[in-house]
């Protein structure tokens, strides 16, 4: 077989000085994907790996199986053309199927592009597109959407993508231009082209919530990815016995990672695919599989909380509950621990590299008001002033803005110089875009946001891509979106458009129809839209989007004061 064609090119490497000492520190072991489970079959071949309903119904696999049918499927796949350093979209829900094809991928030294179960024709174009993707793999109907369809008409357009690849129940009738996954599946071959991967190489593109426009891709390597994978897995005590109930999305890069789904497979326990998020499902399967670990961001812990009050299920298996992906108000979080009888665990993470993580013995004060901190010695942080150019560290304990490098961050996005030369410092330190500030102990408490993101959720949402999507409308001349504080999801989006003059100005429920046909993510499609006839003016010089979406959160801050005092 061809040896592996490790993606370089649009990929910024670690520099030479950097990767050296990662590996004397032992962090970069050289370890890659394959070898990842290799060693899970090896040391646990017997036990239960994974367990979900995918679309021939409730499945459960050892980690022999799941191997084998990667390798089966990593053979089918470069039968028809799927080669060595090839990307790959992968956007499937939580189904068996999900790891099935990310260990295929890998056994072939291809590379998934992890797309949400939640992404539409829009983000998965782009995605396709801007990776030179070959082929698609996903579902058939879901979640009321036809992905199979979406992935198709995408495929059509996209030169490079060749194949739509469609996880299926196995002997049922093929549908015209797809290939159903199970009719991939060969006899396992011994060795595959991924087996020798260079542990230095991309292994997988990784999504960012995005800033500026649509998400970023993350290029992830094996040393540095499965060295944050290895700690985290130390980090939350996993172990064999670990059964980790997936809620989130499988492709989030906390259920991935932190420790995630890889850290299941690096421990040996079970990995549990939630279908669905609801506190129903997912305390079904806790008492059912003696869940342990669980993942989730702040408004489903919150709706877990309410659910465990009236709930007839045992939860009693439930040790603890990882809150992340936004900020876990300290209110909810003393609540969590006595509702779940489980020990909480607040997780500050991204895509792009550095998580953070309370442990799990460290004082209640601590869990319940920080966000903890780095998973490695060599996680440098560096918190400074936002406003000067200069970037000067902060007085200890100030609030800053959090630039950090390290043994598994990025330094830079994939494909994406000019980005890259605003989102990276010169000696390398990532510019997070997040507002935090250090306790004595070390401990990051993260208190606000100076990137163009909302935070709806845990969902990230760029301020700029809704925007370009309601500009798209005829009828609409400016169009500005921000965060608005919200009870239940930390944050809500309220765009503001400016419609063309002497017009009827199209009304809220059709510009939200509008956004939601051009096919996005439900979850960004904005909240509420409200057609002003004009911004407020943001000072002298050229217009700021950054002032206008000030401007436009400090008026509506107002109206909602003037309307709690009348
Ligand atoms: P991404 O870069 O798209 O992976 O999103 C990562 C971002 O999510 C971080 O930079 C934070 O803005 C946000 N985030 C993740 N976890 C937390 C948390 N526990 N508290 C506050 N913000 C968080
Ligand atoms: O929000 C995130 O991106 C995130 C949260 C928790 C993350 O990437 C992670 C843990 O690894």
């Known amino acids: 077989m061809t040896a592996v064609g490790p993606v370089t090119d649009g990929v910024v490497p670690y520099p030479a ?21 290799d060693a899970a079959v090896a040391d646990h071949g017997g036990r239960t790996a994974v367990v979900g309903t995918g679309p021939s119904g409730g499945e459960r696999w050892t980690y022999a199986e799941l191997d084998a049918r990667a390798r089966g499927l990593a053979a089918g796949l470069a039968e028809i053309g799927v080669a060595p350093g090839d990307r790959v979209v992968v956007w499937l829900p939580n189904v068996p199927e999900y790891l099935e094809a990310v260990f295929a991928l890998f056994r072939l030294g291809a590379l998934p592009v ?16 801007h990776a030179e993707a070959v082929a698609i793999v996903t579902v058939g109907r ?5 992905h199979a369809a979406a992935a198709h008409a995408i495929a059509a357009e996209v030169p490079s993508v060749r194949h739509v690849v469609v996880a299926d129940v196995p002997g049922a009738e093929p549908v015209a231009g797809w290939l159903s996954l199970s009719s991939l599946r060969r006899t396992p071959p011994d060795t595959l082209p991924g087996d020798d991967a260079d542990p230095s190489s991309v292994a997988f593109l990784q999504l960012s919530g995005g800033t500026t426009g649509l998400s970023k891709l993350i290029p992830r390597t094996h040393d540095d990815y499965l060295y944050s994978v290895r700690a985290s897995a130390e980090i939350c005590g996993l172990t064999a016995e670990t059964v980790y109930l997936a809620a989130l999305p499988a492709s989030h890069n906390f259920t991935m990672s932190s420790p995630g789904l890889l850290g299941v497979v690096h421990a040996g326990g079970t990995a549990v695919l939630a279908p669905s998020p609801d506190a129903d499902t997912c305390f079904g399967l ?11 961001v702040p408004p489903l812990a919150a709706a877990w909380v309410q659910a465990a009050g009236r709930t007839q299920r045992d939860l009693s298996s439930l040790q603890v509950l990882q809150v992340g992906g936004a900020k876990c108000a300290p209110e909810l979080a003393r609540r969590i621990m006595p509702a779940l009888g489980a020990r909480l665990q607040q997780v500050f993470g991204m895509a792009e590299g550095l998580v953070n993580y309370t442990r799990l013995d460290d004082p209640d004060d601590v869990v319940l008001n920080t966000q ?3 998973i490695s010695p060599d996680d440098e942080l560096r918190v400074v002033d936002p406003d000067d150019p200069d970037e000067p560290e902060v007085a200890p304990g100030e609030v800053g803005a959090l630039l950090t490098r390290g043994p ?3 330094r830079g996005y994939y494909r994406a110089d000019e980005h890259n030369a605003t989102a990276f410092t010169a000696d390398g330190f990532y510019r997070t875009g997040d507002l935090v500030r250090l306790t004595e102990r070390g401990d990051v408490v993260v208190s606000g946001r100076v990137k163009e993101q909302i935070n709806r959720g845990g969902e990230k949402i760029a301020a700029e891509e809704v925007e370009n999507h309601l500009l798209a409308h005829p009828d609409v001349v400016d169009a500005a979106i921000v965060g608005v504080p919200d009870d239940f999801l930390g944050e809500r989006t309220h765009a503001f458009v400016v419609a ?11 510009l939200r129809r509008f956004v939601r046909e051009r096919g996005v993510a439900a979850y960004k499609v904005p909240d509420v839209v409200e057609v002003v006839a004009s911004f407020p003016a943001t000072g002298v010089g050229k217009t700021s989007r950054r002032a206008l979406r000030a401007a436009l959160a400090a008026h509506l801050r107002e109206e909602s004061g003037e309307e709690s005092r009348s």
Request: glycine share 6%; no cysteine; proline share 9%.
């Open 286 to 296: 806790v008492e059912s599989e003696r869940v342990t670990i669980a993942a989730v």
């Open 114 to 129: 992890f797309a949400l179960p939640a992404h539409r024709e829009s983000e998965i174009r782009y995605f396709a597109e």
């Open 408 to 410: 598994y961050t990025i």
């Open 17 to 37: 000085e950097a990767a050296e000492r990662y590996r004397a520190a032992g962090y970069w072991t050289g370890q890659t994907f394959p070898a990842l489970l």
């Open 372 to 374: 903890g901190r780095p």
């Open 142 to 146: 879901h979640d009321r959407f036809d």
């Open 500 to 510: 063309v003059p002497d017009r009827d100005p199209p009304g809220s429920a059709a």
